[in-house]
């Protein structure tokens, strides 16, 4: 069975600060999604890595994917409190899309 | 575009009612997806249905509940006799193929299901 594991669940940092989120997936996928949540809200896109090697940056979020180690990672750069919420990764596998548990982050001043 | 369309955004039940959730998906988009999200929780695959296919039921518990996604009309996801347990947040995504592809899914804004 698929699974896809992030870490760390919870994450709070001082604003400024740089960090990685993980996640790790235990099938083969040339495919994986990053998403946003706010509490109460859906979910929105924000990275569609669609080959080994890819990175995708926007603002102070960026994305890689290692398709051979089944690792993408979500790295935070100077984090800001807008920042603050539940980032998604998600593998592509077949007809569908199964997620991470998420990882909650906040940004404190 | 007006996106995927979820209604109603809350929903409240009595235990033992039936719950009925909607799901209208991006216009071109002939792929729907219901997860579930319970509080604090990750999104839980449920079912993968194509215009009046079920292509994957695999996440979908084998008593109450039920999805339908007819020729005509929305997307349906059916929850009888509800129960405590089934309070959480269900959301529908919807894309052009059957799968992520380039863009990913489209996700709609949910209906938070509560049991009372």
């Known amino acids: 069975e698929l699974k896809v594991e992030q870490n760390p669940l919870f994450l709070s940092m001082q604003e400024g600060k740089n960090y990685t989120i993980y996640c790790n997936y235990s099938?083969?996928?040339?495919?994986l999604y990053w998403y946003r949540q706010d509490p109460g809200k859906s979910l929105e896109s924000l990275f569609v890595l669609l080959s080994n090697g890819a990175v995708k940056q926007e603002g102070r979020l960026m994305a890689s994917l290692d398709t051979k180690a089944r690792l993408s990672t979500l790295h935070i750069t100077a984090a800001v409190h807008d920042l603050s919420a539940t980032y998604f990764c998600?593998?592509?596998?077949?007809?569908?899309?199964?997620f991470g548990a998420g990882t909650r982050l906040t940004v404190k001043p | 575009n007006a996106g995927v369309m979820q209604n109603p955004r809350h929903l409240v039940r009595r235990r033992g009612q039936e719950a009925r959730l909607r799901c209208s998906p991006m216009?071109?988009?002939?792929?729907v997806y219901w997860y579930r999200q319970l509080p604090e929780e990750g999104l839980k695959f449920m079912v993968y249905?194509?215009?009046?296919?079920?292509?994957?039921e695999s996440g979908m518990p084998k008593e109450r509940f039920s999805a339908e996604f007819p020729k005509e009309g929305p997307s349906i996801l059916r929850i009888q006799q509800v129960v405590r347990g089934d309070s959480a947040a269900y959301f529908c995504a919807s894309s052009p193929l059957g799968q992520g592809g380039s863009h990913g899914y489209t996700f709609g804004s949910g209906t938070r299901l509560t049991v009372v």
């Open positions: 099938t083969t996928s040339d495919r």
């Open positions: 998600a593998v592509d596998i077949a007809d569908d899309m199964r």
């Open positions: 216009k071109g988009h002939s792929h």
């Open positions: 249905l194509q215009k009046e296919n079920i292509i994957d």
